[in-house]
């Protein structure tokens, strides 16, 4: 009697396979899934440093309104710019500053004795980059939710008489980097219920 060996198909692996690759691959893109976002003023600055570089070339009582424009800082031109009446300046100082001109940066004193002819150019560019960075399905299902912020900024205040540049301040941020996180135990329904008045 002859004895029948049973053919056992083997079982197909290959679209397990596929199916645990596909979801591994979904997984690790899902990071990229996050939103991002930036907010930028409009400059040819690329860095804190180029900010100070370009504006450590106006010395006061040398430089004009003109050179300030050829370097690409004309109001008519450059959103960053913010033009300020004689009004405008005084309120960028202390009350203690104007009460005594004489103890003042001759720059200062010399804006409040020209009364109206000083005015002066508020400069800010801000550039900042958002990035959220937990996992995307706590994220997704508003469980925890952790943003990354990071970029620079710089503010300068030039003031003139007439036409002629007679004081400059700088300052800024030239590292930003900040970590706002959420946490929400109970995810999509921690704001269930709640009513708005």
Request: with cysteine.
């Amino acid at each position: 009697m002859a004895l029948h060996t049973a053919h056992v198909r083997p079982v197909r692996a290959a679209p397990l396979q596929r199916a645990a690759l596909l979801g591994l691959l979904l997984l690790s893109a899902c990071s990229s899934l996050l939103p991002t976002s930036k907010t930028e003023v409009a400059s040819s600055w690329a860095s804190y440093n180029d900010a100070v570089v370009s504006l450590a070339t106006f010395a006061p009582y040398q430089a004009t309104r003109q050179d300030v424009h050829s370097q690409g800082l004309d109001p008519h031109v450059n959103p960053v710019v913010t033009v300020l009446h004689f009004a405008d300046v005084l309120k960028r100082f202390s009350p203690a500053m104007l009460i005594k001109p004489d103890e003042v940066d001759r720059g200062i004193a010399d804006c409040l004795h020209a009364g109206k002819r000083c005015s002066g150019y508020a400069i800010s560019v801000k550039k900042l980059h958002r990035k959220r960075v937990s996992n995307f399905w706590l994220d997704s299902l508003n469980f925890k939710r952790e943003t990354v912020t990071t970029g620079w900024s710089v503010e300068a205040l030039l003031v003139f008489v007439d036409d002629q540049l007679v004081y400059e301040l700088l300052g800024g941020q030239p590292t930003i980097q900040e970590i706002e996180a959420h946490s929400n135990p109970l995810g999509p329904l921690q704001g269930w219920g709640k009513l708005d008045y």
